[in-house]
């Protein structure tokens, strides 16, 4: 019965090369009259060189402000006049464009999306005003202790890996940006070979396909080649960081390196996270105690799978709570990994996370845009299209064994990173100088 | 220009509404693209109901009822959507409190038993209150560390005097600390009974079959006395109110609330639109010419908020560089008064009404979306106000649209509130790592 379900939210994905290399991924789905596509090159702020970092979304926030055909006003109006929406996105892995409209305008979405992706101009002037825009941003973000906080951690756990920047750079390395670096850095990796282009919605794939194929056809392929690092190094010894805010609270982000989305334990680690930290309501480990139990916080949690992706992510477990808990929380916090790093996990806590975990599965893929990105996700870490059946027999087979062994493996309740923003002293003791942890 | 309405816009033909006789209100829809059901409860009791004194009663409430009942004792609320595979989650506004659990449609019935019985046998232990009550404070301390929710909090307490849209929906400070467990228990007495409750259901099911179930289930509730009406009316704002707020901020931040009429009312529907054309888009009014031209905003945005009660339309700006917050707010007054003397352009009033039908498509495909559209609009008018909503949009003129800008964003109808340094900001630029 349960497995069923997922069979009749499964999908048929027609699967086309073109000429140039692009990877196409078309799936119908008519239950609404919209279409959603989504157009990923694989290229990102993991590749910025150090001194230029926040080149890759400096791209991707530009690819809209005007194209050799139109300009920044002509695209928002074209796209704004029929209601629908073209948005692009940068992480550390993927440069992302989107559109959705209504099935009428699907001409025009597909238009546009090619326009922007494929032949931005990167005006002067909206150069200028992006790179203005960004340093504010950056400022503005300043003011919140939990970016701060999560700004600081990652420094800290990645070092000299690239990971160890925020995405969208520093002051100093935005202002540096030209035009020339965006176009260079276009012309290098957006590329048909290096992008793949996903659509989900109320069309025929004999109908669309044709159209991607014309609107496409002179998008000219080359070899690529991407800049190499050495992988980032797991933390021997603990590391500290007190940053002081005047705030109500303490943000606190305690954890360690991670891991790829491709490590063979991917699947024990989410039930170790929906055990630990994550899951329905309070009813993981840390939430629970800390927040149901103790009282400490609203929002606690912990994750070792949530950023794992080509580079290995964070183990991060985060509190935001009031400066005098700051002892009783971070005791919480460690307490709790240690216990799941050492004591493997209970037959119900496992058979409960693997109910969790495989019955929710399916909200995964309840719009046109969520399956749209499930293809390039699939595409990207090869998980392959049957992934969507096959996912519910990755999480049953893993057994008590497996987590305790990924647990002990993967969570270091000795050697981690503390990084604490709010009203402390940069020796942690607290800022009113009434108690010291 | 014509609006699509075609069969793919969002209706409640397909809504059924049943009555109990406790007075329950259920609405259904079966909708089988996923196999998915959305089961939410509503209460009509917000922080809108709350008396001085008493804030933050109806969010608390909320907080309490995942504390357990008789029969569903402590965590398990939370366990049994575990182990059933789903989510669950609640919010509480000004004018209604709603609880929701996504479950797939061969395990969701578990949803009606527990909104059944925490209806009226919440339990409210002690212990358990006093250490929700952290929680909650933390909850409120969250939102202060945000520059947005503090500016909002003050703004809203000056631009109503009297209405309690002017209280904070977490409550404030003092009152959720003196917040007990008996008055709580009174509170929910007052307003959780099936004739103050709506259920939605929608998603993967036979209709029929579901209501005999929540038949089953519901009508052995009795229906409690009708909720006390909220008698209060804000008057009328006789001049501009101005304040401050200093934070720990160098970045000035500004939030102008007008006076506005409340959902349905003949003007909402332009003044939704006025919004849309102020600020949705990079072709919008005030995005063109603040964040492009002038380059004084990393953001400015523009909203009429809907509500029971006659609520605020927002305009509100984080002021960039070295612009003065002077400058940002005489941009938005001069934007305002040329849409109320010279008007908008037959392309910005078209391309807003298609904005808003467009969003009113895209903006359904999950079952949660629905489900939250028609309980909030039950909640706050009647479903007639969908099924009306995109003709009247539609028939709005740009004459309208300058008529409704002049009468109710003007001087006298303001509140104005800036967010601006203590002159306590910090540059976290500071080499203290400890490696040990």
């Known amino acids: ?437 | 220009m014509s609006l699509l309405a075609t069969s793919s816009t969002f209706t409640t033909e397909d809504v059924r509404k049943t009555v109990l006789d406790n007075g329950l209100v259920v609405l259904t829809k079966e909708l089988h693209t996923s196999p998915i059901v959305t089961s939410m409860i509503w209460y009509k009791v917000g922080s809108r109901n709350e008396e001085i004194g008493h804030t933050g009663k109806s969010h608390f409430l909320e907080h309490m009822l995942f504390k357990g009942t008789d029969r569903f004792k402590k965590g398990e609320i939370d366990l049994l959507t575990l182990k059933n595979g789903g989510g669950n989650n609640a919010f509480t506004a000004h004018d209604f409190t709603a609880y929701y659990f996504n479950f797939a449609s061969d395990r969701w019935h578990v949803a009606l038993d527990i909104e059944a019985d925490r209806m009226v046998n919440c339990t409210f232990e002690s212990d358990e209150f006093e250490a929700e009550k952290k929680v909650v404070i933390e909850e409120l301390k969250t939102s202060l560390d945000s520059p947005w929710g503090l500016l909002i909090q003050e703004a809203d307490a000056a631009a109503y005097k009297i209405h309690p849209y002017r209280n904070p929906i977490v409550g404030w400070l003092q009152d959720v600390e003196r917040a007990s467990a008996a008055e709580q228990q009174v509170y929910y007495r007052k307003y959780y009974h099936p004739n103050n409750a709506l259920l939605v259901l929608v998603g993967d099911f036979n209709t029929d079959t579901v209501l005999e179930r929540v038949e089953r289930i519901f009508s052995g509730i009795p229906s409690g006395p009708t909720p006390p009406a909220m008698l209060m009316n804000e008057p009328q704002q006789r001049g501009e109110r101005r304040l401050v707020v200093r934070w720990r901020s160098k970045i000035p931040r500004i939030a102008i609330a007008y006076h506005a009429p409340r959902i349905a009312d003949g003007d909402s529907y332009a003044l939704q639109l006025l919004g849309v054309i102020l600020s949705e888009g990079k072709a919008s009014r005030l995005y063109q010419r603040m964040v492009e031209r002038e380059q004084s905003v990393t953001f400015v945005s523009a909203e009429y908020g809907e509500s029971m009660d006659p609520t605020l339309f927002h305009v509100r700006a984080e002021a960039r560089g070295n612009h003065s917050i002077e400058g940002v707010e005489a941009s938005i007054y001069d934007e305002l008064s040329r849409i109320a003397t010279i008007g908008v352009t037959p392309q910005e009033l078209a391309r807003a009404k298609h904005q808003i039908e467009a969003h009113f498509i895209l903006s359904r495909e999950r079952t949660l979306d629905q489900s939250i559209l028609l309980g909030q609009i039950e909640m706050l008018d009647g479903l007639n106000y969908i099924d009306d909503y995109l003709g009247r949009i539609a028939a709005i003129t740009a004459a309208d649209i300058s008529e409704v800008c002049g009468r109710y964003l003007k001087e006298d109808n303001r509140t104005v509130a800036t967010l601006l340094s203590d002159g306590t900001e910090t540059d976290s630029s500071e080499d203290d790592e400890l490696e040990d």
């Open chain 1, 1 to 437: 019965m349960k497995t069923d379900l997922m069979s009749r939210r499964s999908f048929q994905v027609h699967e086309h090369s073109l000429d140039n290399g692009l990877r196409v991924l078309l799936v119908e789905n008519p239950s609404i009259p919209t279409i959603s596509a989504n157009a990923s090159v694989l290229t990102g702020a993991r590749y910025d060189p150090e001194d230029k970092a926040g080149l890759a979304l400096m791209v991707s926030r530009l690819l809209d402000e005007g194209t050799d055909n139109r300009t920044s006003l002509e695209i928002a109006e074209a796209i704004e006049s029929v209601g629908g929406a073209i948005e692009t996105d940068g992480s550390f892995e993927r440069i992302v464009v989107s559109v959705g409209v209504l099935k009428k305008d699907v001409e025009l979405g597909i238009d546009l999306l090619a326009d922007v992706l494929t032949r931005p101009s990167f005006p002067e002037d909206y150069v200028v005003k992006e790179k203005e825009r960004t340093l504010s941003e950056i400022a503005s973000a300043k003011d919140r202790p939990q970016v701060v906080a999560g700004w600081a951690f990652n420094e800290l756990i990645y070092q000299q890996h690239p990971l160890h920047r925020p995405a969208h750079g520093y002051p100093e390395t935005v202002s540096r940006l030209t035009r020339e670096d965006l176009q260079t850095f276009h012309k290098r990796y957006f590329v048909p070979n290096n992008t793949i282009l996903s659509i989900v919605g109320d069309f025929r794939v004999s109908e669309m396909l044709p159209r991607v194929e014309r609107v496409f056809a002179d998008w000219a392929p080359h070899p690529l080649a991407f800049p190499q690092y050495r992988p980032p190094v797991r933390q021997t010894s603990r590391r500290t960081k007190f940053i002081t805010m005047p705030a109500q609270q303490l943000n606190i982000y305690l954890g360690h390196l991670g891991v790829e989305r491709a490590n063979p334990d991917y699947y024990a680690l989410q039930l170790l996270d929906t055990i630990l930290g994550g899951g329905a309501g309070f009813t993981a480990r840390i939430p629970q105690k800390l927040r149901d139990e103790l009282g400490l916080a609203y929002t606690t949690f912990a994750s070792i799978t949530m950023t794992a992706g080509i580079d290995p992510g964070r183990f991060v477990a985060f509190i935001g709570t009031s400066p005098e808990n700051m002892t009783l929380a971070l005791d919480g916090l460690i307490n709790e990994i240690r216990r799941a790093a050492n004591e493997p996990v209970t037959a119900e806590e496992l058979h409960d996370a693997q109910e969790y975990l495989t019955g929710s599965f399916v909200f995964a893929f309840e719009t046109s845009g969520q399956i749209a990105r499930f293809l390039t996700h699939a595409e990207v870490y090869k998980l392959g299209f049957d992934y969507v059946e096959k996912y519910p027999e990755y999480i049953k087979r893993v057994t008590i064994e497996d987590v305790a062994r990924a647990a002990k493996k993967y969570l270091d309740p000795e050697n981690y990173t503390l990084v604490v923003v709010g009203p402390v002293n940069p020796n942690g003791s607290f800022v009113n100088g009434t108690s010291k942890n």
